[in-house]
């Protein structure tokens, strides 16, 4: 085996060593999931060298070079005081928006509807570059492809999904064959699967070049609301449901491979961390849970909200979990000592929907009721922005890959870009 040469991944921190192997060139990726300002990269480095046989003496120099550019982006990307401004305003639908997304360039983002349609829009000149249109109702659920975003899933009120192609606005495919609303859609890893979830009580999952149902998966006594691959190989799915359960699913089998039983109300919202160790849900019991993955075991359960939990996110390194709750605040835990609470932000006047963590994870994200969303500092709990003017309940938001970016989706049918 020879080392050709190193990739930087930002997000979560880490380094792909791109290798010779028998003739093939193939890729290695280190997570570095424990990187942050002080780290002592030359401590790091020496770590590496002992594990990785790909690292020698001679790539020494490059090594501590990528880890201090690792090291300085974090710092750069912490809570400066930098404030975040109004870049462009996207007029985007007649009817209120249901969901957005940023590809991972940050130069697209994608808007869902009630106007059935789905929008890709150019992010720094704000025009309209498709209108994604053939679905006969409500386009609730959006989202790209990762990491090539070549190709874009939307799940309608009209009871099925379609993959697109973002470029030419071509519909690829069109995935059929539930009974109910399709209000949860999303791409494996790879991105050659697709998943769904329904008020039909059922998920299911498809080929996406084909549009072929691979699996109906059934064993949900409610309706299934959201749902996750693993962010690693994609051959695990998790689903939350009405019926107060997640379950997990092995993509190459039909049968479910456990139920995750202990919330005494509806699933809002469940997710892996970036290793797929772990499994987060909130519920409308007003509690966060964290489990194992791969034993499936309740690892701790928080009721610090006093109203519905209605959203859940990790950060980018899969060691803290924050929840945001009908009763106005969202809250920050760390998932590696007993979900210990690390801070709360309060400051909105209405239920706050959406959360979500800034790349370098130093910033939290919140989308309210109350017409705004907030910059948070994650370590101290302080409100560093509110970005105001929407006209109406925001309900959706996001951040770019690189964090220089924010997109907020509102009622009032527009989005907004911040830089």
């Known amino acids: 085996m020879k080392l050709l040469k190193f990739h930087l991944r930002y997000h979560p921190p880490g380094i792909v060593l791109e290798y010779l192997q028998k003739g093939l060139i193939k890729n290695k990726e280190i997570d570095l999931l424990e990187l942050n300002c002080n780290s002592d990269i030359k401590e790091i480095a020496k770590r590496l060298f002992q594990k990785e046989v790909l690292l020698t003496e ?30 462009k305003t996207l007029q985007t639908h007649v009817l209120p928006i249901t969901n957005v997304a940023f590809d991972k360039s940050g130069k697209r ?55 697109w192609d973002p470029a030419s606005g071509e519909c690829l495919a069109t995935l059929w064959g539930h009974r109910g609303e399709v209000v949860a859609a999303q791409f494996s890893a790879k991105g050659d699967l697709a998943a769904t979830g329904s008020m039909d009580y059922t998920a299911k999952l498809y ?25 690693n190989e994609g051959q ?14 092995d993509t190459r089998v039909k049968d479910r491979v456990s139920v995750l039983r202990g919330h005494d109300g509806e699933i809002s919202s469940v997710q892996y961390n970036w290793d797929s160790s772990l499994v987060g849900s909130a519920s409308l019991d007003g509690s966060a849970k964290l489990w194992d993955a791969r034993s499936t075991v309740c690892l701790a359960t928080v009721a610090s909200h006093t109203d519905e939990v209605l959203d859940i996110c990790f950060d980018w390194a899969g060691q803290r979990m924050a929840t945001s709750s009908s009763d106005c605040s969202a809250r920050i835990y760390d998932v590696r000592a007993d979900f210990k609470e690390l801070a709360v932000m309060k400051g909105h006047r209405e239920e706050v929907s959406k959360v979500c963590f800034s790349p370098a994870g130093g910033c939290l994200l919140t989308a309210s009721a109350d017409r705004s969303a907030r910059v948070w500092n994650t370590n101290t709990g302080n409100c560093i922005q509110v970005l105001s003017g929407h006209q109406g309940e925001i309900f959706s938001c996001a951040y770019s890959y690189n964090g220089d970016a924010i997109v907020t989706a509102s009622k009032d049918n527009t989005c907004r870009i911040w830089r």
């Open 236 to 249: 695990r799915l998790i689903t939350g449901s009405f019926d107060g359960t997640i379950s997990v699913w």
């Open 207 to 231: 080929d996406v070049e084909t549009g072929t149902e691979l699996q109906n998966y059934e064993g949900h006594t409610a309706e299934v609301i959201t749902l996750q691959f693993d962010p």
């Open 58 to 87: 001679e790539v020494q120099d490059q090594l501590l070079q990528c880890l201090d550019t690792l090291k300085k982006r974090i710092e750069h990307e912490g809570p400066t005081g930098k404030r975040f401004y109004i870049y």
């Open 109 to 163: 983002c994608i808007t869902g509807s009630y106007d059935r349609t789905c929008k890709v829009w150019h992010v720094d000149s704000g025009k309209e570059l498709k209108t994604l249109e053939g679905h006969q109702n409500v386009v609730y659920s959006v989202a790209f492809n990762y990491p090539a975003c070549d190709r874009v899933i939307t799940g309608s009120f009209d009871k099925s999904a379609r993959v």
